[in-house]
């Protein structure tokens, strides 16, 4: 590992129910103070990744491969040592403010709750810590609004609440899961500022992940493309974003209006489920460029480029 | 030509927050005028809560305005009754957000386009089959998805079935309500060059209800900003993107993410607004202009009075910055 890496994620696969693997040995690694973007479609196992690495896999699902965090191995660790961790070292950011929150809690108390957990602090004490909180996150009236509850606040409120929820104990990462997609377009502006604000002035490490490639380009450093669980091209955003190489990259780029007088170029077919997925490349049913030796082998995710690593056979022709 | 027009459209609902609070009123639609011209997509842009939704619902009859006038082709559609209202309602038609919720689970796909066709009986019996097969084809789907159920089909799928039953009647106008946002960037370009596909095809006008700017961009020719039941500012969509004038407008279109490949990785542009800024509740409207309380622009008559529509450079558009004199 290497110095300045914070999270290192080492061949990890994700199994449902035993045998339904829908993450297939991914590898990335979350340097400190930086943003790492993880796009992709519904079901591609972007969310589940955040999930092991927050260990809070659901009952039926475990992981192979191991997890880095601050350099020590997660699998290795106690049970309660992972509960030392969790909201406090790493947090996470979910995209529902509705129903991430405890409707019969104050939102102060659900704050403060952080803050006696993991700093031992003292009921009064994390009130007012949270009260603080709420006025980092820029919501109006602090001291008054420690007490409301949920219901009372807006959606853009809300995640405010979670954000301030998620920093309590000042974490090295923040998973960020989709947190701005229940939002208005002004309101999700807002919040990711805050966001940026907050990352930049504690040097966070937070991980991005969204469907929405824009929100990516406007704020991670480097993003990883997902696809029916494996990573298929990573690269710094900048490069990505300027000359992607995989067909499925530049499928996604094409498949978003840009303009009244360039067409869309969509990508035919349907988002296949983790228990259909075709032979060899997977990505080759749908895949505009696809040839025989596609359908035979899954392609290695190799480095074409520094830092700049692609899944495809392809990698020369398909230069955009 | 016009195809509808809307004038001085309101539908205020009343709200009770609690057993034995005061009943309280909120202001869906507070006086809304537009026109959907033939043969041309008109779109409907706003956030959550602005009453895009429910203008979509007042204009298909759905539910009844308190007040206001909505004219299809001339005639009176609030007023329509009986054969008349039926009438109506085979020249417009619905596709609403959620297609795993707009289609009857227990109905197959047959079934389920073939009951339009039953209940205005357009055609004989005998042609249902015909009719569904081709539509089916119109939408990109085989026939043999005619005997099966709607949890067979993927999102993208469904939403092929929804626009095919809104086409069975051949309608003049088809209403879209959000029909992109629950599904993935792949398929919503797919769906997005379907419906461009079938309007040039078969001449049809939309009115699409979108918060998606983007898209709206993409597929409209012209554009109603909405914002807490108002329409605050009205125009060609090209002219509305290059120039955009309402200050909400500007926000709106600023606070879209985009993909900036060339500028510097990680950077955010820069966008002022106040970060506390919320936008207030449906129910609790601001006096004055409903914007000013989040607007970088208001000065003295923004808080107390509310601005009119007026024309501007072909624009129609409500805020006291444009006020004639």
Redesign the interface.
């Known amino acids: 590992m290497r110095d300045g890496t914070l999270l290192s994620v080492d061949n990890v696969s994700i199994y449902f129910n035993r045998n339904l693997k829908v993450v297939n040995s991914i590898s990335f690694d979350v340097d400190k103070g930086e943003?790492f973007g993880v796009v992709g479609?519904?079901g591609c196992g972007k969310s589940v990744t955040a999930a092991a690495v927050m260990g809070i896999l659901p009952q039926n699902a475990h992981y192979e491969g191991e997890i880095y965090f601050e350099g020590k191995r997660l699998s290795a660790l106690t049970a309660e040592q992972r509960r030392g961790l969790r909201g406090n070292r790493i947090s996470m950011i979910f995209q529902e403010p509705m129903t991430s929150l405890n409707p019969v809690l104050t939102v102060g108390y659900q704050i403060a709750e952080v803050l006696m957990a993991h700093r031992g602090m003292s009921k009064n004490d994390a009130m007012a810590r949270a009260a603080e909180l709420l006025g980092d996150v820029?919501?109006?009236s602090p001291a008054l609004r420690v007490r409301d509850y949920p219901h009372q606040m807006?959606?853009?409120?809300r995640q405010r609440v979670m954000i301030a929820m998620a920093i309590a104990c000042n974490p090295a990462l923040v998973l960020a899961d989709e947190p701005t997609t229940a939002l208005?377009?002004?309101?999700?502006?807002?919040v990711?500022?805050?966001l940026?604000g907050i990352q930049e002035k504690f040097n966070m490490s937070v991980v991005l992940i969204t469907?929405?490639?824009?929100?990516v380009?406007?704020?991670?450093?480097r993003v990883a493309i997902m696809y029916a669980g494996r990573i298929m091209e990573s690269a710094?955003?900048?490069t990505l974003?300027?000359h992607p190489v995989h067909p499925y990259t530049i499928?996604?780029?094409?498949?978003?209006?840009?303009?009244?007088h360039i067409p869309?170029?969509?990508?035919?077919g349907?988002?296949p489920r983790p228990d259909s997925l075709p032979e060899g490349c997977k990505f080759s049913d749908?895949c505009g460029y696809v040839e025989k030796r596609c359908k035979e082998a899954e392609p290695a995710l190799i480095e074409i480029e520094k830092g700049h690593l692609n899944r495809c056979i392809l990698n020369d022709k398909v230069v955009s | 030509m016009n195809l509808m027009e809307v004038r001085g459209l309101k539908k205020y609902f009343q709200m009770r927050s609690g057993l034995l609070s005061k009943p309280h009123q909120v202001r869906a639609v507070d006086g809304v005028d537009f026109t959907i011209d033939e043969n041309k997509v008109f779109a409907i842009v706003g956030?959550?809560g602005s009453g895009k939704s429910t203008v979509a619902r007042l204009l298909l009859r759905l539910i009844e305005p308190q007040e206001g006038d909505v004219l299809f082709k001339g005639t009176d559609v609030l007023t329509l009754k009986g054969d008349s209202l039926k009438a109506y309602r085979r020249s417009v038609q619905i596709i609403f957000q959620d297609p795993f919720a707009s289609l009857n689970p227990r109905m197959k796909i047959y079934g389920a386009l073939s009951e339009p066709l039953k209940i205005h009986r357009t055609v004989p019996k005998s042609e249902y089959r015909e009719r569904v097969r081709g539509m089916l084809q119109r939408v990109g789907l085989d026939s043999d998805v005619m005997e099966r159920y709607p949890h067979e089909f993927?999102g993208?799928?469904r939403q092929r079935i929804c626009i095919a039953r809104a086409l069975m009647l051949g309608p003049e106008l088809v209403v879209a309500d959000e029909p992109l946002s629950s599904l993935?960037?792949?398929?919503?370009?797919?769906i997005?060059?379907l419906l461009i596909h079938i309007k040039e095809d078969i001449g049809l006008s939309f009115l699409f209800i979108s918060?998606d700017?983007?898209?709206v961009?993409?597929?409209s020719d012209k554009i109603a900003v909405m914002y807490l039941g108002k329409i605050v500012e009205t125009g060609e969509?090209?002219e509305l993107f290059d120039n955009p004038m309402h200050p909400y407008t500007q926000?709106?279109i600023?606070?879209?993410?985009?993909?900036?490949?060339?500028?510097?990785?990680?950077?955010?542009?820069h966008?002022a607004?106040d970060?506390?800024?919320?936008?207030p509740?449906p129910s609790e409207i601001p006096e004055g202009c409903p914007f000013h309380p989040r607007c970088g622009k208001r000065f003295t008559p923004c808080t107390t009075i509310v601005p009119e529509p007026q024309q501007r450079n072909g624009r129609l558009i409500s805020c006291h910055l444009y006020a004639n004199d």
Do not use: C, W
């Open positions: 943003i479609e519904s820029k919501i109006p807006s959606g853009g409120m208005d377009v002004t309101i999700q502006a807002q990711l500022r805050l940026r469907h929405d490639l824009g929100l380009s406007e704020n991670a450093g710094d955003t900048a974003f300027k499928g996604l780029l094409n498949s978003i209006p840009k303009g009244r869309l170029v969509p990508i035919p349907f988002v749908r | 956030e959550s993927s993208g799928q993935d960037v792949s398929i919503q370009a797919q997005l060059n918060h700017l983007s898209v961009q993409y597929f969509t090209e926000m709106l600023e606070s879209v993410p985009r993909i900036i490949g060339a500028a510097k990785a990680g950077q955010t542009p966008r607004e970060p506390a800024a919320d936008t509740s």
